[in-house]
């Protein structure tokens, strides 16, 4: 596995506001995920954040909403835009560490709450 | 679209006793299959995954795939109070793709 941290761990921020979360990890990795976790839900894959291109974003997801960065195998951040009270969440970074076997390793997660 | 069913639960077994968490899956082209397990307030942490039909066991942990049926199971021995926990099937996409399809998990209780 890989070591994962996420910054910040929680939020609690305005309407209209954008925050973004960052996620390091100790290895460079070569698949990074961004999902998000809705209260009592199960998790929602937002966009694979690939290094050097831009994210791939899956259904419902767009870019203006939740710009993605991946500029090096170890680092992403994922951009919440234009907040609203539905944004609130968790989202989690995964790392894929052995190409071809599927298997995702979590961050811890960032809280984030809108009012 | 491709889905990953759980029972929600919750599912309640006494200490010392096994819990059975079950999953089933729509996409014959999956390949791997997991499961992570998820403590109130934390992220999900991976406990097992398995590829090949049949058991494959870790320590307490032991996962079965029938891939004919389209069913993957989790078993867990000898049940703790810390196994109690929200408990997340997910199955790879198939194709190639390295995106994960999540259940939307089954909470276990283990009652001391």
């Known amino acids: 596995s890989a070591v994962i941290s996420q910054k910040p761990s929680r939020d609690i921020c305005q309407r209209g506001t954008s925050l973004t979360i960052q996620c390091q990890v100790d290895?460079?990795?070569?698949?990074m995920f961004w999902y998000r976790q809705q209260p009592g839900q199960s998790l929602t894959l937002i966009a694979t954040?690939?290094?050097?291109?831009?994210?791939?974003?899956e259904s419902g997801f767009v870019i203006d909403k939740f710009p993605i960065s991946r500029p090096n195998l170890t680092f992403s951040t994922l951009t919440v835009s234009n907040m609203s009270p539905e944004d609130s969440s968790i989202y989690l970074c995964?790392?894929?560490?052995?190409?071809?076997?599927?298997?995702?390793?979590f961050g811890p997660g960032t809280r984030l709450t809108v009012l | 679209q491709k889905e990953v069913e759980q029972n929600s639960g919750p599912l309640s077994v006494p200490e010392g006793a096994i819990a059975s968490l079950n999953c089933t899956y729509s996409?014959?082209?999956?390949?791997?299959f997991f499961w992570y397990r998820q403590y109130s307030g934390k992220s999900p942490e991976l406990i097992m995954f398995?590829?090949?039909?049949g058991d494959k066991e870790d320590g307490r942990f032991t996962a079965q795939l029938n891939k004919a049926s389209q069913y993957v199971s989790l078993l867990i021995r000898d049940s703790q109070p810390s196994d109690s926990a929200t408990y997340l099937c997910?199955?790879?996409?198939?194709?190639?793709?390295?995106?994960?399809?999540f259940g939307k998990g089954t909470k276990l209780t283990v009652n001391p």
């Open positions: 997910a199955v790879s996409e198939g194709g190639g793709s390295e995106k994960l399809v």
């Open positions: 398995i590829y090949s039909n």
């Open positions: 996409d014959r082209g999956s390949q791997s």
């Open positions: 290895s460079q990795v070569t698949m």
């Open positions: 954040a690939n290094q050097g291109s831009e994210a791939t974003y």
């Open positions: 995964s790392v894929e560490t052995r190409v071809g076997t599927d298997t995702q390793y």
